[in-house]
């Protein structure tokens, strides 16, 4: 399956449901970094997508060295899709992506 779909994307590069699919299949192979390549390829031609943002933002989150990525995808999905079904999980999310406040006293 790896092979027809990685012959898929090269043989027509914009067919973006082919390469959303290439990013899934690489993701639940575990090849995170592969699977980002590929969904942040798809956000340059679907820049409005909010379940796409939602996927960078929650694969960003699970990578300590990229979490202000993880924090501006998620806060797109909101801007996106204020009324957002996963809306309070989103926002947890992205508090958690902030860096923390020095403490005061030291």
């Known amino acids: 399956k790896l092979q027809a779909l990685l012959e898929k994307v090269q043989k ?38 909010a379940e796409l943002h939602l996927t960078v933002g929650s694969l960003f989150l699970s990578m300590p060295d990229r979490q202000k990525e993880a924090a501006e995808h998620l806060q797109k999905v909101l801007f996106l899709s204020p009324d957002h079904p996963k809306k309070k999980i989103i926002e947890m999310w992205i508090k958690s992506a902030q860096p923390a406040a020095p403490s005061k006293g030291k």
């Open 12 to 49: 027509d590069p914009e067919d973006m449901a082919t390469r959303k699919e290439f990013a899934l299949y690489l993701e639940r192979q575990g090849a995170i970094a592969k699977a980002m390549e590929q969904y942040l390829e798809v956000l340059k031609y679907e820049p409005e997508n």
